[in-house]
């Protein structure tokens, strides 16, 4: 059974920085593409990042240089750090591996 638990969201100013942590079990984590989504109120959910079995990154052009996503295979995490967040980050973030979500962790950008 695969299970991705978020965590490291919450409320922080326009300029600040958040990590957010997804923790895997039940996949071979080290094999496997890892990404990042958000979904924000009354929006598609969409995509913001990507990293490749072998470490490789993606980005959306509306996080490009914002955002840096990285993976600990030992620990079987994927990261999320977001820096020089804009109120229009507000979003629910998910962690998403196989085609299996997290519940997300919520991420609230103040003006």
């Known amino acids: 059974q695969v299970t991705l638990v978020e965590s490291g969201g919450g409320l922080v100013q326009a300029g600040g920085s958040l990590r957010l942590s997804c923790a895997a079990s039940g996949i071979i984590f080290r094999t496997n593409a890892m990404a990042w989504y958000r979904q924000a109120p009354g929006k598609e959910r969409e995509w913001v990042a990507t990293?490749?079995?072998?470490?490789?990154?993606y980005y959306a052009d509306f996080v490009k240089d914002r955002v840096t996503i990285s993976r600990d295979n030992v620990k079987n995490t994927v990261y999320l750090q977001m820096n020089s967040l804009k109120p229009e980050d507000t979003a629910v973030y998910y962690c998403?591996?196989?085609?299996?979500w997290g519940q997300g962790t919520q991420v609230t950008v103040s003006s």
């Open positions: 998403s591996a196989l085609d299996h």
């Open positions: 990293i490749s079995s072998g470490g490789f990154a």
